[in-house]
């Protein structure tokens, strides 16, 4: 039958089997403890934990462990029910205080796991030893729920140095959704791991992992799960993930951070999707790490909010003590940024804050990469446009299209001190707002590569199997090392600054543009080579200039067709050395 808690039960080490449930029920008439000195193991069919007007506390202290287990569920469908609906001096909890020691609570053939801060907190605590938690069943849906639609308190779930949280196992159904409070500051809905050194957090369902922001008008901190394990690692595996920002308040952000570890998530064919807040102010979605590792078997969607500066952001860790970002980022579809349709909600693959930090980006898609500008934001892999460059390289691999779809609004790819290298199935393409700034840029494509955004590069290289390439760029100094075309493939380049060739630059048709000098100097030979037409115009001077020393270090500018040069000067002058000529 049921064992039903209303009063004080206190004791050593305690073994309480029920084969109903065990419900723990406060009430104004006093507090519900369930509590053991030496150990604890629970057996029950289900397990409730009730406050209201009171404390309700399920707790082991001073030594031993917590065990927890049950083999079905209530007539609500829950194996566990933690809630606090309020009062004063209600709280609901399920505790092991003993420092370094082990709580397990197994939900077994139950459809839900609740933790509700109704009208209050509620929350399943570890001090900082092995806590593992989970619901599992091969007929029972296996969902695990923090926090619900107007929730008060807190709702969470805070662990030790090593923390597990699985809901579903295997081929079994199981889903997480935590979803932030209603109202306050402070504690919110979250699963969080104790800053232990080397502690490590584990979180696996096969469904999809939800966290939705909340909607307290006075500001909280964010809804999510939180890894404080220090050097140690955050591990979530997911069938898909779906963050979404508050629907209106204000910093009610859904996030899935490592604060001070790596972190490794591993998402199936679902996806990964974080939306910005459709309402009120700062309300982000976010996945942070100071080493990130992101593999999806689908696509991802990161899109900016419709409430101001709600943003859409995977990347280092933000707030006031921002960090580098370093990331590689795997996902079998398409990787897809947009932006929000108001004021600072830009959809983000990179770093945030104001204190100028490393950017590292690698993305490998099996479909497109794309970049589309909002109505009033824009998207952003890299470095933070608003501070100063801190270095680190960007690459990015599509099976299909890369796409900065600027229009308005910015997209951009960001690493002014460091290198961008683009490599494309298909074409790379921008907007008239689309942009790239980078130390050097390196593109390849199958079909064409057209660059005509304000770009701000200092080399450029590209080659392209059978479409045209193009690149508008402003530079003090732009140096093409090479680009190899089809005889077919056009080639435009327009620089604002001055131009230097250094490499082999062999296309099809030619032109070439530069409002300063445009010089032809080698690195090996410099052959600046068309099978068309060709057409270079210069600013300034015009200069050919074999190598002064060595061997084959000729420079030449060499067309197949119509040749045109304007420019204020030409010098044409060999160099030292044998085969080191220069000519036109």
């Known amino acids: 039958g049921e064992i039903l808690v209303a009063g004080s039960v206190t004791s050593g080490p305690q073994t309480i089997t029920a084969g109903g449930g065990l419900i723990v029920q406060s009430s104004a008439a006093g507090s519900a403890l369930l509590s053991s000195t030496g150990g604890q193991t629970i057996n029950a069919g289900f397990v409730e934990v009730t406050a209201q007007d009171a404390l309700a506390l399920i707790i082991n202290s001073v030594s031993g462990n917590q065990l927890i287990t049950t ?49 209050g907190d509620a929350l399943i605590f570890d001090s900082s030893g092995i806590q593992t938690i989970s619901i599992t069943g091969a007929l029972s849906a296996n969902a695990l729920k923090l926090g619900g639609p107007g929730s008060l308190g807190a709702s969470q779930i805070v662990g030790g140095g090593i923390q597990s949280v699985t809901a579903g196992s295997g081929e079994e159904q199981g889903s997480i959704t935590i979803r932030g409070k209603a109202t306050g500051s402070g504690g919110n809905s979250i699963i969080v791991s104790n800053p232990v050194p080397g502690g ?42 779906a963050l979404q920002g508050g629907a209106s308040g204000n910093g009610n952000n859904a996030t899935i951070g490592a604060n001070n570890g790596t972190q490794e998530i591993t998402v199936g064919a679902g996806g ?14 976010i996945v942070f790490g100071a080493t990130q ?18 943003n859409a952001r995977l990347g280092g860790r933000g707030g006031p003590t921002p960090g580098a970002t370093d990331l590689v980022l795997s996902a079998g579809g398409d990787v897809v940024l947009t932006g929000g349709s108001a004021t600072d909600t830009t959809a983000i693959l990179g770093n945030a804050g104001t204190v100028p930090q490393p950017t590292q980006v ?164 410099a052959i600046v080579s068309s099978s068309g037409d060709q057409t270079i115009t210069a600013g300034g001077a015009l200069t050919v200039q074999g190598a002064a020393t060595g061997t084959g270090g000729f420079a030449q500018i060499v067309a197949n067709g119509d040749q045109t040069i304007s420019t204020v000067s030409i010098a044409v002058t060999g160099g030292g050395g044998d085969s080191n000529f220069a000519e036109i």
Do not use: H, W, Y
């Open 293 to 310: 590792t992101v593999n999806t078997t689908g696509g991802v969607a990161l899109v900016g909010g419709s409430g101001v500066g709600s």
């Open 71 to 119: 083999s079905g569920m209530n007539a609500s469908g829950d194996g566990l029910s933690l809630r606090n609906l309020g009062g004063v001096g209600a709280f609901a909890s399920v505790q092991q205080g003993v420092p370094g020691g082990t709580q397990v609570i197994s939900i077994n053939n139950a459809d839900r796991m609740t933790i509700d801060g109704v009208g």
């Open 362 to 525: 690698t993305i490998n898609a099996g479909g497109d990469v794309i970049l589309n500008a909002g109505p009033a934001s824009g998207a952003r892999i890299g470095a933070n446009p608003s501070v100063s460059a801190a270095g680190g390289d960007i690459s990015i691999s599509a099976a299909g299209d890369i796409q900065l779809n600027g229009t308005t609004q910015v997209t951009r790819i960001r690493s002014p001190l460091g290198n961008v290298k683009l490599q494309a199935g298909t074409t790379i393409s921008e907007g008239p707002n689309g942009r790239i700034e980078a130390s050097a840029l390196t593109t390849t494509s199958i079909g064409g590569t057209s660059l005509t955004g304000p770009n701000q590069v200092a080399v450029f290289d590209a080659s392209s199997v059978a479409g045209d390439v193009a690149l508008n760029n402003t530079s003090p100094l732009l140096t093409v090392t090479g680009i190899n075309q089809s005889p077919l493939a056009e080639l435009t380049i327009n620089q604002a600054g001055n131009l230097t060739l250094t490499g082999t630059i062999s296309s099809g048709p030619q032109t070439i543009s530069a409002t300063g000098n445009i010089s032809v100097v080698p690195s090996s030979p």
């Open 272 to 285: 990964i999707g974080l939306m910005g807040g459709t309402g009120g102010s700062n309300n982000n979605a």
């Open 200 to 241: 490590t957090q584990t979180i696996n369902t096969p469904g999809t992992l939800t966290v939705i922001g909340g909607t307290s008008p006075t500001g909280s901190e964010g809804a999510g799960i939180f890894a404080n394990g220090i050097g140690g690692q955050q591990m979530i595996n997911a069938g898909a993930i």
